[in-house]
């Protein structure tokens, strides 16, 4: 049974690639210049089977194994995440088929009417010698060569916004500077300035060499503390290594705290946790540490990776363990990788919850604002506010399977907490719209 649905999953991923594969066989060659038209096919099939020839080890995993993990073929989640390009194309080709028989529609239609209206009085029509002399007839597109065009545009497009997606997730992350408002915020926690860091994933594209670069970044800013909310690691263990030795020099004068996300499940927990220690950080699964500013108690809350996720899992049994060792009129903030832990903290009066996990979807339609991180949750990134109490979603720093970032570039937050008798501070239930600009 399991393997019949991961064949299943395996055909539907293929079918893109066997659909464009054909459309193009058939439509973009020139009949007219037959030698041409058969140098065009050969050159696809070798394109196609060369993109397509990792198929033969992403089978065998998908079929007796995990898609996760290290595999024998590098980079083959970047390779499996590009595939879904195809759908992308099919769905382009969708879309022109419909329209072109849409305006072929409106076209019959218009002529139809035109015919009518031509008519002169008598039922007799207006014939084209009645007509003004036309100019030469000008030639239309054929529908070969617009697909011709339009493959060779969407193939450079596809490389441009590629190359920029690219550029954008190998650069250090952006800085956003926030000042959240909270009236309950005790006098001697007025002005504390916290840096959030989230989804480092050490690993294949973020090596210690960069990793030293965010540090120093961070350090720069000098926060008083400094919260990590999880996916240190992207899953193979050989990595925890480069993390410690670049991370041991992160410093906060409270401190560095963290929680773990679902890659670091997936690398191994334990051995994350340890790393983590090793760098000097304070490693909570879930539970509360106290730290003070000026005499003032601020309790850190953590939740740890759902074991069994669902969509926006409160994880509402999580949420109440952690706050059990909470002192009730301590001014909490609480660190959970998945930001639906929200809809569990927001309720039980939790002043500031802080998450990342989804990257802000890695792509975002610009002006329409749409990021695919819709689909996984409702708080994609960004600044929340419910009642009393607020989160933050971060875009995270690293990536997952394709090393690239569209209009959502990487960030690390500087949050100043500020004490407050009514400022406001965005719009309920909603994503604050402005954003600092990066310094």
């Known amino acids: 049974m399991r393997n019949g649905m991961a064949l299943i999953y ?21 009949v007219a210049r037959p030698e041409r038209a058969a140098r065009v096919r050969r050159g696809l099939a070798a394109v196609f089977l060369l993109f397509n020839f990792p198929w033969i080890f992403f089978a065998r995993r998908i ?3 995990t898609v996760w993990g290290q595999g024998g073929v590098p980079l083959i989640g970047p390779w499996v995440a590009w595939q879904m390009m195809g759908w992308v194309f099919c769905g382009l080709v969708a879309v022109y088929l419909v329209g072109k028989g849409l305006v072929w529609m409106w076209g019959r239609a218009f002529r139809r009417s035109l015919k009518d ?27 070969r060569q617009f697909l011709a065009r339009a493959t060779y545009a969407y193939a450079a497009a596809g490389a ?13 992350p952006e800085i956003t500077r926030r000042t959240l408002w909270f009236p309950n915020l005790p006098a001697g926690l007025d002005g504390i300035r916290i840096l959030h860091l989230s989804d480092v994933h050490a690993g294949a594209y973020m090596e210690r060499e960069k990793m030293e670069r965010l ?21 193979s263990t050989d990595y925890i290594p480069d993390y410690v030795k670049a991370f041991r020099d992160l410093r906060a004068p409270l401190g560095v705290v963290t929680c773990l996300g ?18 000097g950080q304070t490693v909570l699964r879930i539970g509360t540490r106290v730290v003070e500013r000026r005499g003032t108690p601020l309790a850190l809350v953590a939740v740890d990776d759902p074991q069994d996720w669902e969509f926006d899992d409160p994880q509402t049994a999580d949420v109440d363990d952690a706050l059990h060792g909470a002192p009730p009129e301590t001014f909490k903030i609480l660190l959970a990788h998945r930001p639906g832990a929200w809809d569990a903290a927001a309720p039980r009066g939790v002043p500031l919850t802080l998450s990342g996990h989804i990257h802000g979807g890695q792509f975002r339609l610009p002006v329409v604002g749409w990021s695919p991180g819709r689909l996984i949750t ?10 009393g109490s607020q989160l933050y979603v971060s875009r995270g720093i690293g990536v997952v399977g394709v090393p690239i970032r569209i209009f959502v570039p990487p960030e690390i937050a500087l949050l100043e907490l500020r004490r ?8 309920s239930g909603s994503a604050s719209a402005a954003m600092a600009p990066s310094a």
């Not at 679902?262 to 760098?279: F, M, Q």
């Not at 409702?378 to 009642?387: A, D, E, I, S, T």
């Open 420 to 427: 407050t008798g009514g400022q406001p501070v965005g719009r």
């Open 215 to 235: 540090v120093a970044q961070a350090n720069a800013l000098t926060p008083e503390l400094i919260l990590q909310t999880g996916d240190l690691i992207d899953i």
């Open 117 to 143: 209206s031509l008519t002169v009085a008598g039922g007799q029509a207006v014939t084209a010698t009645d007509r003004p002399a036309a100019g030469p007839p000008v030639r239309p597109l054929t529908r």
């Open 63 to 65: 079929l007796f194994g």
């Open 160 to 172: 441009a916004v590629g190359g920029y997606g690219i550029w954008s997730a190998d650069r250090l």
């Open 262 to 279: 679902n890659h670091d499940h997936y690398t191994g927990a334990d051995a994350v946790e340890r790393g983590a220690r090793d760098a």
């Open 10 to 30: 395996l055909l539907l991923f293929v079918a893109p690639q066997v659909l464009v594969f054909l459309y193009l066989r058939e439509r973009l060659p020139s």
């Open 378 to 387: 409702k708080y994609v990134m960004g600044h929340f506010q419910r009642g």
